[in-house]
C-alpha cells in the first residue's frame, strides 16, 4: 500500500524500495519521448518549502512534478514572513488553507518535516532534514548503481568523506544495506562516527580502504558551510588525504572503479577536474535519474484526500 | 464457469484481424503498436500472420497507466510498465491493438499518449474482442470477435504468453 508521506528510508520495506526502484525505469523512458510530460499528476498541486537553500534537489522536485502536470508553487521562505517571527506551525496552517496535495520540505532541523507531516493532509516528502535524511538522494543513488549492477547485493559502496555531518550517507547507507550491499566509510577520523551502524568497515587511510576492493566509489560534498568547527587542517589537505587525485583516478580507471558524488562538486577538493570526465563517472546519470525517481515517488504516495 | 471463448476461436479472431487489416491497408508501411497488457500480445500475434507481407511494419508498446482518468479513485496508483515505441511517430499510420474494447475509455487515454511521441499521420483501432458499452465517441476498425454482453459483466481474457493458456470466460453479475 503506498504511504502519505516520505520521511526516511528507515520506514520503507525492502519490497517498497524495490517498488520505487522499478517504477522509476518507465518515467525515465518519458525523457525521450518528443512530449516529456504526462497527465498523471493533472490538478494536483505540489509546494516547495525550501528553508535551506539548494539548487539542485529544488530544480529536480520541480522538474519531476512539472513532468507529472502538476502546478508547483514556490514559498519563497527567504521574503516570507517567516523571518517576521512566523512559528512553522503558523506557516503550515496558511498553506494547508492552500489545500496543497503535496509538501516538498528542506530544513536545517532534523524531524521538522515529520512534524509538517503529522499537520496537514497533504504528502509529505523530505527533501533534506538536518543530519538526519534525504531519501529522495538515497533512491536515485539506489537506482543509479542498480543500472549498473542490476544485482547489486554483494557489491561494496566506498563513502569517502564527512560522514558526521551528511544526510545523505546516512540515508544512502541505509538503502545500500537493505539492498545487500556492502557500505564502508572512509574520512578524518574526526568526520567518521565512532558509533552507528554495525557491519559498516570505517576506514581513515585512502590505500587501506581501496585494498577492501569497493566497486564504486561514492564521494560526499564537503559541506564547507554547515561546519562550526574545523575538523580538518585546510582543503588542500583534505584534497591530499582523501579527495580523488589524478594519481588516484588512474588508479580507479585500472580496477574499472564508477565514482558517485551527490553535488554540487567541489572541484580541487573532492575530486579532481579529470574525473569529470572520466567514462566510469555516474554523476550526470545521478542527476537525471534524480527526476525519474522523484516522479516514482509523487506517483505512488497518496495524500489524504482534501476532501474527505 | 464456462469458457466462453476456446483457443480455437481466440485464433481465428487473430486470423480475421490480420485479414482485414491487410485487405485494407496492403501495400503500405503500417506501425502496430499494442496496449499493455494482452493488446501487446495481441498485436505481436496480428504481427506474426502479416510478416510474409512484403511491406514495413513497426511494432511497438504503450503503457497508458499515466493517462488514465480514474486516479482519484484509486487507492493505489497502477504499476507502470516501460513503453517502448521504437519508430518515428511522425507521420506513420498506426494501427492501435488492444484485446478486449468495452467503456473506450483506455483507447481515449492511449491516444492522448500516442500524441505525446509525436503527430501520426493516421491512427486507426484493431481489439480482438468487441463486448460493447462504450462511453467514449471511439468506434473500431477492425474487429476480431463481437462478444455481447451486459453492462456490468465481467470479461477476463486470457492469452498464452501473457497467462499460460488461450480462453475467454464472461462472468455474469447479479443484477445490484
Known amino acids: 500500500m503506498p504511504h502519505k508521506d516520505l520521511l526516511d528510508i528507515v520506514s520503507l520495506e525492502r519490497e517498497e524500495i524495490e517498488h520505487l ?4 525505469a518507465p518515467f525515465k523512458e518519458i525523457f525521450t519521448r518528443s512530449v516529456k510530460k504526462v497527465p498523471a499528476l ?23 512534478a512539472k513532468r507529472l502536470s502538476a502546478d508547483v508553487t514556490n514559498f519563497d521562505v527567504a521574503h516570507s514572513s517567516i523571518t517576521k517571527g512566523e512559528s512553522v506551525r503558523e506557516t503550515i496552517e496558511t ?8 509538501i516538498i520540505v528542506r530544513h536545517s532541523r532534523a524531524g521538522l518535516p515529520g512534524n509538517i507531516a503529522r499537520l496537514t493532509r497533504a504528502s509529505v516528502i ?16 539506489a537506482f543509479t548503481i542498480k543500472e ?47 558509533v552507528g551502524p554495525e557491519n559498516i568497515r570505517r576506514f581513515t587511510d ?22 562550526d568547527v574545523q ?3 585546510s582543503l588542500r589537505e583534505y584534497h591530499r588525504l582523501y579527495g580523488i587525485t589524478e594519481a588516484r583516478l588512474a588508479g580507479i580507471r585500472d580496477r574499472g572503479l564508477y565514482i558517485m558524488h551527490p553535488g554540487p562538486v567541489n572541484r580541487g577538493v573532492e575530486l579532481c577536474d579529470a574525473v569529470m570526465d572520466y567514462e566510469r563517472s555516474l554523476i550526470n546519470d545521478q542527476v537525471e535519474n534524480g527526476i525519474a525517481v522523484r516522479m516514482a515517488v509523487l506517483y505512488w504516495l497518496k495524500p489524504e484526500s482534501v476532501t474527505g | 464457469m464456462p469458457v466462453t471463448l476456446s483457443a480455437e476461436e481466440i485464433a481465428a479472431g487473430i486470423d480475421r484481424l490480420a485479414e482485414a487489416i491487410r485487405e485494407k491497408t496492403a501495400g503500405q508501411p503500417i506501425a502496430l503498436i499494442g496496449i499493455r497488457r494482452r493488446g501487446d500480445e495481441v498485436a505481436e500475434r496480428v504481427l506474426t500472420r502479416l510478416a510474409e507481407d512484403d511491406r514495413e511494419l513497426s511494432f511497438g508498446i504503450l503503457d497508458i497507466s499515466l493517462y488514465r482518468d480514474d486516479f482519484e479513485h484509486l487507492h493505489e496508483n497502477p504499476k507502470l510498465q516501460e513503453s517502448d515505441i521504437p519508430f518515428q511517430m511522425e507521420g506513420a499510420h498506426v494501427i492501435l491493438v488492444d484485446d478486449v474494447l468495452f467503456t473506450g475509455r483506455t483507447i481515449r487515454a492511449a491516444l492522448d499518449a500516442l500524441s505525446d511521441y509525436g503527430r501520426p499521420a493516421k491512427v486507426e483501432l484493431a481489439v480482438l474482442i468487441d463486448r460493447g458499452h462504450r462511453e467514449m465517441p471511439i468506434h473500431p476498425d477492425y474487429t476480431g470477435i463481437s462478444l455481447p454482453t451486459q453492462r456490468r459483466d465481467h470479461v477476463l481474457v486470457s492469452l498464452e504468453k501473457t497467462d499460460g493458456t488461450d480462453q475467454v470466460r464472461v462472468i455474469e453479475k447479479d443484477p445490484p
Open chain 1, 42 to 64: 493533472k490538478g494536483k498541486s505540489v509546494l516547495m518549502l525550501f528553508y535551506e537553500a539548494s539548487t539542485r534537489t529544488h530544480s529536480s522536485f520541480e522538474v519531476a
Open chain 1, 95 to 102: 498553506l494547508q488553507a492552500m489545500r496543497s496535495d503535496f
Open chain 1, 231 to 233: 575538523y580538518f587542517p
Open chain 1, 126 to 141: 523530505n527533501a533534506g532534514d538536518g543530519a538526519h535524511a534525504h531519501p529522495t538522494q538515497a533512491l536515485l543513488d
Open chain 1, 206 to 227: 585512502y590505500a587501506q580502504a581501496m585494498a577492501w576492493s569497493p566497486d564504486i566509489v561514492y564521494l560526499l560534498r564537503v559541506q564547507m558551510e554547515r561546519q
Open chain 1, 148 to 194: 549498473k549492477f542490476p544485482d547489486p547485493a554483494g557489491k561494496r559502496v566506498l563513502i569517502i568523506g564527512d560522514i558526521l555531518h551528511s544526510r545523505v550517507a546516512r540515508s544512502t547507507s541505509t538503502i545500500l544495506k537493505k539492498l545487500g550491499v556492502e557500505v564502508a566509510y572512509l574520512g578524518p577520523g574526526s568526520l567518521v562516527p565512532k
Open chain 1, 21 to 24: 526502484l522499478d517504477q522509476a
